[in-house]
């Protein structure tokens, strides 16, 4: 599918791309496997593994950290049942994100999960690093929970391609400022960072930040994101081609 920059003309970027960070759930990964493998499989253990670890200091920093969110002091039981909640809800939370994180790790170890990419992903990563590029991931799922992802793919360990994991620690994944907090971190200039999502508005984010991105539209994503004025959604990281460290352009 042809597609462009907002901001590019014949489709080429004159200039040095530095960076790519890529979201992962509808971009390198199927939403299907987030919400109807994931998020399930944590679901119905968050209790009990509260209650196992109720006397560690995780539970008791979850705890903390659930009470610092509602604004009020809560028991545990009560704690996990708003974070059962949040859970149903899929609220992208701190806390909530890092006991998935934890939770999942058993399910990652002893195989019964294991996290697709789509097909596209692997080459043009392996491609874009070969070309020197710094590849990063920015996603909701805690730091911990991306390296569990991307270490367990169907295409086997990614890890290595990677050299930056961003999450809300950094900031919400639609502010404007999470995304020059990442270019900081970087040490890059925004105009040479290009992000990767499947929302329209983590996207514009990134835009309004100075940032290159690209809207990511997979054949198979049930809601489509509305596209933003200017930009043609990209369906394939195979959309996206770097002939050189200096000149990126897509395929049309
Ligand atoms: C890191 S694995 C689980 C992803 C997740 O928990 C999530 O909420 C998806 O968020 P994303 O920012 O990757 O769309
Ligand atoms: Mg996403």
Known sequence: MPASFHDMGNNVLQERISSIITDIEGTTTPLTFVRDVLFPYARPRLRPWLREHAQSQTASSVLVQVQQEV????????????????????????????LQG?????????????????????????????????????????????????????EGDLRPLFSHWFDTETGAKQAVGSYQRIA?????PPSTLLFLSDHSAEVAAALAAGWHALLITRNDAALPAPPLPGQTPVDSFAGIRIDTPVTLHLAG
């Not at 704690?79 to 609220?91: C, G, P």
């Not at 900081?184 to 890059?188: A, D, I, P, R």
Request: aromatic content about 8%; proline content about 5%.
């Open 102 to 154: 934890l939770i999942w790790e058993a399910g990652y170890a002893d195989g019964s999960l294991v996290a697709p990419v789509y097909p596209d992903v692997l080459p043009a990563l392996t491609a874009w690093h070969a070309a020197g590029i710094t590849l990063g991931v920015y996603s909701s799922g805690s730091v911990a929970a991306q390296h569990l992802l991307f270490g367990h793919t169907n």
């Open 71 to 98: 604004g009020q002091p809560l028991s545990l039981e009560q704690a996990i049942s708003r974070l059962e909640q949040w859970s149903d809800e899929d609220r992208k939370i701190g806390v909530l994100k890092t």
């Open 184 to 188: 900081s971190q970087l040490g890059h």
